[in-house]
Protein backbone atom coordinates (compact mmCIF):
# COMPACT_ATOMS: atom_id res chain seq x y z
CA UNK A 1 0.00 0.00 0.00
CA UNK A 2 2.06 2.97 -0.96
CA UNK A 3 -0.78 6.03 -0.04
CA UNK A 4 0.11 9.16 -2.31
CA UNK A 5 3.30 8.66 -4.49
CA UNK A 6 4.22 12.12 -6.68
CA UNK A 7 6.03 11.58 -9.80
CA UNK A 8 8.77 13.17 -10.32
CA UNK A 9 10.60 14.16 -6.94
CA UNK A 10 12.86 16.73 -8.25
CA UNK A 11 12.83 19.23 -11.77
CA UNK A 12 14.52 21.67 -13.11
CA UNK A 13 12.75 23.89 -15.66
CA UNK A 14 13.38 26.57 -18.08
CA UNK A 15 11.18 29.39 -18.51
CA UNK A 16 8.86 28.71 -20.81
CA UNK A 17 9.06 24.82 -20.63
CA UNK A 18 5.99 23.13 -19.99
CA UNK A 19 5.47 19.73 -17.38
CA UNK A 20 3.31 17.63 -16.25
CA UNK A 21 3.16 16.49 -11.88
CA UNK A 22 1.37 13.50 -11.42
CA UNK A 23 -0.14 12.50 -8.18
CA UNK A 24 -1.30 8.65 -7.86
CA UNK A 25 -3.13 7.01 -5.01
CA UNK A 26 -4.74 3.98 -4.48
CA UNK A 27 -6.71 4.29 -1.22
CA UNK A 28 -9.97 4.89 -3.52
CA UNK A 29 -9.64 8.58 -2.13
CA UNK A 30 -12.51 10.96 -3.46
CA UNK A 31 -10.71 14.21 -2.99
CA UNK A 32 -7.52 15.26 -4.20
CA UNK A 33 -5.49 18.31 -3.40
CA UNK A 34 -2.70 20.12 -5.05
CA UNK A 35 -0.62 22.39 -2.72
CA UNK A 36 2.71 24.49 -2.97
CA UNK A 37 5.12 25.11 -0.17
CA UNK A 38 6.72 28.34 0.15
CA UNK A 39 8.64 29.44 2.94
CA UNK A 40 6.90 31.54 5.22
CA UNK A 41 3.67 31.32 2.68
CA UNK A 42 2.62 28.15 4.47
CA UNK A 43 0.99 25.52 2.28
CA UNK A 44 -1.27 26.99 -0.50
CA UNK A 45 -4.08 25.22 -2.56
CA UNK A 46 -3.61 25.90 -6.56
CA UNK A 47 -6.36 23.06 -7.62
CA UNK A 48 -9.02 20.25 -5.96
CA UNK A 49 -10.95 17.70 -6.86
CA UNK A 50 -13.92 16.22 -4.94
CA UNK A 51 -14.45 13.31 -7.43
CA UNK A 52 -13.27 11.56 -10.67
CA UNK A 53 -13.80 14.10 -13.76
CA UNK A 54 -14.64 16.89 -11.61
CA UNK A 55 -12.05 19.87 -10.99
CA UNK A 56 -12.30 23.47 -8.81
CA UNK A 57 -9.91 26.27 -8.73
CA UNK A 58 -8.08 27.15 -5.30
CA UNK A 59 -6.02 30.02 -3.92
CA UNK A 60 -3.64 30.29 -6.84
CA UNK A 61 -4.80 28.90 -9.53
CA UNK A 62 -3.44 31.02 -12.07
CA UNK A 63 -0.35 29.62 -14.27
CA UNK A 64 -1.69 25.88 -13.36
CA UNK A 65 -4.00 23.65 -14.76
CA UNK A 66 -5.38 20.03 -13.65
CA UNK A 67 -7.01 17.14 -14.57
CA UNK A 68 -8.68 14.20 -13.26
CA UNK A 69 -9.62 11.32 -15.48
CA UNK A 70 -8.96 8.62 -13.46
CA UNK A 71 -10.50 8.19 -9.59
CA UNK A 72 -6.93 7.78 -8.65
CA UNK A 73 -4.58 10.31 -10.12
CA UNK A 74 -4.76 14.11 -10.54
CA UNK A 75 -2.54 15.55 -12.88
CA UNK A 76 -0.53 19.10 -12.04
CA UNK A 77 0.32 21.16 -15.34
CA UNK A 78 2.30 24.33 -15.85
CA UNK A 79 1.75 25.35 -19.71
CA UNK A 80 4.80 27.72 -19.84
CA UNK A 81 6.45 27.71 -16.64
CA UNK A 82 8.14 30.94 -14.64
CA UNK A 83 10.61 31.34 -11.91
CA UNK A 84 7.79 32.21 -9.78
CA UNK A 85 6.60 28.51 -9.87
CA UNK A 86 9.85 27.23 -8.05
CA UNK A 87 8.14 25.46 -5.43
CA UNK A 88 7.81 22.44 -3.28
CA UNK A 89 4.81 20.92 -4.65
CA UNK A 90 2.63 18.51 -2.26
CA UNK A 91 -0.59 16.55 -3.67
CA UNK A 92 -2.82 15.46 -0.82
CA UNK A 93 -6.18 13.01 -0.92
CA UNK A 94 -8.90 12.17 1.37
CA UNK A 95 -11.67 9.57 1.77
CA UNK A 96 -15.54 10.89 1.52
CA UNK A 97 -16.95 12.03 4.60
CA UNK A 98 -19.42 14.55 5.62
CA UNK A 99 -17.12 16.63 6.04
CA UNK A 100 -13.46 17.06 6.93
CA UNK A 101 -11.30 13.89 7.13
CA UNK A 102 -7.53 13.20 7.19
CA UNK A 103 -5.23 14.52 4.13
CA UNK A 104 -2.67 12.22 3.07
CA UNK A 105 0.29 14.05 1.66
CA UNK A 106 2.80 12.64 -0.83
CA UNK A 107 6.40 13.05 -0.29
CA UNK A 108 6.14 16.50 -2.97
CA UNK A 109 7.93 17.64 -5.79
CA UNK A 110 10.22 20.21 -5.90
CA UNK A 111 10.49 22.31 -8.81
CA UNK A 112 12.99 24.70 -9.76
CA UNK A 113 12.47 27.42 -13.17
CA UNK A 114 15.36 28.95 -14.27
CA UNK B 1 -13.46 35.37 1.28
CA UNK B 2 -12.15 31.63 2.49
CA UNK B 3 -8.90 32.67 4.96
CA UNK B 4 -6.73 31.31 7.46
CA UNK B 5 -5.11 33.15 9.83
CA UNK B 6 -2.52 31.86 12.03
CA UNK B 7 -0.19 33.40 15.12
CA UNK B 8 2.10 33.50 16.01
CA UNK B 9 4.68 32.81 13.10
CA UNK B 10 7.87 31.49 15.37
CA UNK B 11 7.38 30.28 19.07
CA UNK B 12 10.36 29.31 21.32
CA UNK B 13 9.37 27.54 24.32
CA UNK B 14 11.86 25.94 27.30
CA UNK B 15 11.43 22.40 27.39
CA UNK B 16 8.86 21.29 29.83
CA UNK B 17 6.73 24.41 29.06
CA UNK B 18 3.40 24.55 27.41
CA UNK B 19 3.25 25.73 23.72
CA UNK B 20 -0.08 27.79 22.20
CA UNK B 21 -0.67 27.88 18.76
CA UNK B 22 -3.72 30.27 17.87
CA UNK B 23 -6.07 30.16 14.53
CA UNK B 24 -8.82 32.37 13.39
CA UNK B 25 -11.30 31.42 10.45
CA UNK B 26 -13.06 33.35 8.11
CA UNK B 27 -16.53 31.53 6.92
CA UNK B 28 -19.02 30.44 10.11
CA UNK B 29 -20.15 27.48 8.36
CA UNK B 30 -16.99 25.60 8.52
CA UNK B 31 -16.99 22.74 10.11
CA UNK B 32 -13.79 20.62 10.78
CA UNK B 33 -10.35 22.18 11.83
CA UNK B 34 -7.20 19.73 11.63
CA UNK B 35 -3.42 20.55 12.49
CA UNK B 36 -0.97 19.16 11.09
CA UNK B 37 3.22 18.62 11.92
CA UNK B 38 5.43 19.23 9.47
CA UNK B 39 9.06 18.15 10.55
CA UNK B 40 12.20 19.54 7.98
CA UNK B 41 12.04 18.11 4.67
CA UNK B 42 9.15 15.34 5.56
CA UNK B 43 5.36 15.75 4.42
CA UNK B 44 2.75 16.99 6.80
CA UNK B 45 0.86 15.05 8.92
CA UNK B 46 -2.35 14.93 10.72
CA UNK B 47 -1.88 15.17 15.08
CA UNK B 48 -5.49 16.22 15.92
CA UNK B 49 -8.17 17.60 14.94
CA UNK B 50 -11.47 18.71 15.88
CA UNK B 51 -14.80 19.41 14.99
CA UNK B 52 -17.72 21.80 15.07
CA UNK B 53 -19.74 20.03 17.49
CA UNK B 54 -17.33 20.08 20.50
CA UNK B 55 -15.21 22.43 21.81
CA UNK B 56 -12.39 20.48 23.21
CA UNK B 57 -10.50 17.62 22.26
CA UNK B 58 -7.38 16.37 24.03
CA UNK B 59 -4.61 13.44 22.69
CA UNK B 60 -1.70 13.08 25.49
CA UNK B 61 -0.14 16.20 25.47
CA UNK B 62 -1.75 17.65 22.71
CA UNK B 63 -5.05 19.41 23.18
CA UNK B 64 -7.32 21.57 20.21
CA UNK B 65 -10.05 24.12 21.65
CA UNK B 66 -12.39 25.89 19.41
CA UNK B 67 -14.92 29.04 19.92
CA UNK B 68 -17.14 28.81 16.97
CA UNK B 69 -18.93 32.20 18.18
CA UNK B 70 -15.17 33.86 17.57
CA UNK B 71 -14.50 31.73 14.55
CA UNK B 72 -11.03 30.92 16.84
CA UNK B 73 -9.13 27.61 17.25
CA UNK B 74 -6.11 27.10 19.57
CA UNK B 75 -3.59 23.60 19.42
CA UNK B 76 -2.24 23.07 23.22
CA UNK B 77 0.97 21.74 23.70
CA UNK B 78 1.95 20.71 27.18
CA UNK B 79 5.28 19.60 28.78
CA UNK B 80 7.15 20.04 25.30
CA UNK B 81 9.71 17.69 24.20
CA UNK B 82 12.68 17.96 21.34
CA UNK B 83 10.95 16.06 19.20
CA UNK B 84 8.15 18.62 19.38
CA UNK B 85 10.06 21.03 17.10
CA UNK B 86 8.72 21.30 13.51
CA UNK B 87 6.65 23.19 11.33
CA UNK B 88 2.94 23.57 12.81
CA UNK B 89 -0.36 24.16 10.34
CA UNK B 90 -3.84 24.89 11.41
CA UNK B 91 -6.53 24.24 8.75
CA UNK B 92 -10.59 24.53 8.09
CA UNK B 93 -12.48 23.04 5.98
CA UNK B 94 -14.99 25.46 3.69
CA UNK B 95 -17.39 25.06 1.21
CA UNK B 96 -16.82 21.31 -1.02
CA UNK B 97 -14.14 20.27 1.54
CA UNK B 98 -12.03 22.75 0.19
CA UNK B 99 -9.73 22.57 2.80
CA UNK B 100 -7.08 25.86 3.53
CA UNK B 101 -3.98 26.57 5.39
CA UNK B 102 -2.55 29.23 7.55
CA UNK B 103 0.83 29.87 7.54
CA UNK B 104 2.42 28.03 9.88
CA UNK B 105 4.30 28.00 13.10
CA UNK B 106 8.25 27.28 13.53
CA UNK B 107 8.09 26.21 17.27
CA UNK B 108 11.76 25.50 18.58
CA UNK B 109 12.17 23.93 22.41
CA UNK B 110 14.96 24.85 23.72
CA UNK B 111 17.03 22.63 25.97
Known amino acids: NAGVTQTPKFRVLKTGQSMTLLCAQD?????MYWYRQDPGMGLRLIHY???????AKGEVPDGYNVSRLKKQNFLLGLESAAPSQTSVYFC?????????????FGEGSRLTVL | GENVEQHPSTLSVQEGDSAVIKCTYSDSASNYFPWYKQELGKRPQLIIDIRSNVGEKKDQRIAVTLNKTAKHFSLHITETQPEDSAVYFC??????????FGKGTRLHILP
Open chain 2, 91 to 100: AASFRDDKII
Open chain 1, 49 to 55: SVGEGTT
Open chain 1, 27 to 31: MNHEY
Open chain 1, 92 to 104: ASKGLATSGGELF
